[in-house]
């Protein structure tokens, strides 16, 4: 509730509509007297052992699109859901019928808050939940059931006197440990707002276009992030590896297919030309060709929004 009042949920506005049912799980579902949560690792199965390493890489070179992890693969809405779907499946055949319910990332449930007291794992100062063997690289997932079962354990928490996150966090999102500015995160600013990205932000998104991995990337307890066993999460051809000006290219029509089943697509083509044309003013500032002639291509595009972030864009000159 403090959270919400200052306001640091940005254009979340289901996060404060739902109010105390976000918080008490038999509001939201009548009946629920325990919550089985669930996590799944999500690195791609071809993920080399240095891959913090590589994916910072990514960073210094301006003129390629990073998409965050989590998103380069199947939408992972559709893999957990029916995972707990079987889980509760398997339940209900030893111990007979029982009601429950199965989210993940879709309705107001505290995730992290009751991923964490279950013992998944502490929250790390960035505040996502953090388990010694696996890292942060995991989706959560819960099923609300009606039936009381001994409760699990929380963990200790292990970030110690590090703060590595809250340091190399681009735009100062994580103003506290374990507290975040949503309306500065990165992820936030390329997925769930909708309007101009505030002048002051852009410069520090970098290439990043979609979502951002930063304050995972640096969390020394990521060396141990598991890899998935599940096809599902490895990268789709264009989402890695490819050039700002090349996804830039990307009609509504080609957008829709290459991202079809994926998380991006809820951003919609226009968000996502909005954000490669900050990541392209970005470039052209790093001094990378090409970045105001690919710019230049959607300067009369029908979205006032896309205009507006082209034509900061092409104001953009390299320093010096
Ligand atoms: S995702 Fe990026 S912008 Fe958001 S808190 Fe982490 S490092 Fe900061
Ligand atoms: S980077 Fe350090 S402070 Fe941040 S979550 Fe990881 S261990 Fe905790």
Redesign the pocket.
């Known amino acids: 509730m403090q959270w919400l009042a200052h306001g640091f949920h940005g254009e979340m506005q289901y996060m404060a509509t739902h109010g105390t049912r976000r918080a008490r799980p038999a509001e939201l579902v009548p009946g629920t007297v325990s919550v089985i949560t669930a996590r799944m690792d999500y690195l791609p199965r071809d993920t080399s052992p240095e891959w913090q390493a590589v994916e910072f890489d990514r960073l210094a070179r301006p003129g390629e699109a990073i998409v965050s992890v989590y998103a380069r693969g199947r939408d992972y809405h559709k893999v957990l859901r029916n995972r707990l779907a079987r889980l509760a499946e398997r339940i209900a055949e030893e111990v007979g019928p029982f009601g429950h319910r199965a989210f993940t990332d879709s309705a107001p449930v505290l995730e992290a808050e009751l991923a964490s007291r279950s013992g998944q794992g502490w929250r790390g100062k960035?505040t996502l939940v953090l388990d010694r063997n696996a890292g942060s690289m995991f989706f959560l997932g819960e099923i609300y059931v009606d039936m009381a079962l001994p409760p699990s354990d929380p963990v200790s928490a292990h970030c110690g006197n590090c703060s590595a996150?809250i340091d190399?966090?681009?735009?100062q999102?994580?103003v506290a440990p374990r507290r975040?500015d949503a309306r500065?995160?990165?992820?936030?600013l390329t997925i769930e707002h909708s309007g101009p990205i505030p002048d002051e932000l852009r410069p520090l998104m970098a290439n990043r276009i979609y979502?951002?991995?930063?304050?995972?990337l640096i969390c020394p307890w990521n060396k141990f992030a598991k890899k998935s066993t599940l096809p599902d999460f490895d990268a789709r051809e264009g989402l890695t590896g490819r050039t700002l000006a090349e996804l830039f290219a990307w009609t509504e029509e080609d957008f829709l297919r290459r991202t079809e089943g994926s998380p991006i697509r809820r951003i919609g083509h226009e968000r996502w030309l909005r954000n490669i044309a900050v990541a392209l003013g970005n470039a052209a500032r790093a001094g990378e060709g090409g970045a105001h002639e690919a710019l230049a291509t959607r300067a009369a595009h029908s979205s006032e929004l896309v205009r507006e972030h082209v034509a900061w864009g092409l104001a953009q000159q390299p320093a010096g």
């Open positions: 960035h996150c190399i966090c681009p735009t999102a994580i975040l500065r995160c990165i992820s936030y979502g951002c991995d930063d304050c995972q």
